[in-house]
């Protein structure tokens, strides 16, 4: 089993910037690929990025060039710097980690006000 932890979230104005952190615990050993969705309200839960053991990274085309992820392997956390957000970007992000089965965390609510 592994359990995903998020933090970060909250409310920001158009332009500003946030970082989210996911530490995972448990079985993290196992995890493969760990990274972050998102799902606005009325639509689907969708990819924002996601990135490897090995370090290879896959970003949503709305975010690519404004959203970097990482992973601190020694901390079994994974992080999303966000910069340049607009208020379509405003959704309850998720992480999301694949260790031989999907894990979820709970969510943590970004806002970005015009």
């Known amino acids: 089993q592994v359990q995903l932890m998020e933090s970060g979230g909250g409310l920001v104005q158009a332009g500003g910037s946030l970082r989210l952190s996911c530490a995972a615990s448990?079985?993290?050993?196992?995890?493969?690929?760990i990274g972050w969705y998102r799902q606005a309200p009325g639509k689907q839960r969708e990819l924002v990025a996601t990135?490897?053991?090995?370090?290879?990274?896959n970003y949503a085309e709305s975010v690519k060039g404004r959203f970097t992820i990482s992973r601190d392997n020694g901390k079994n956390t994974v992080y999303l710097q966000m910069n340049s957000l607009t208020p379509e970007d405003t959704a309850v992000y998720y992480c999301?980690?694949?260790?031989?089965?999907?894990?979820w965390g709970q969510g943590t609510q970004v806002t970005v006000s015009s």
């Open positions: 990135i490897t053991t090995a370090g290879s990274t």
């Open positions: 448990g079985s993290s050993f196992s995890i493969n690929l």
């Open positions: 999301y980690a694949w260790a031989r089965v999907e894990f």
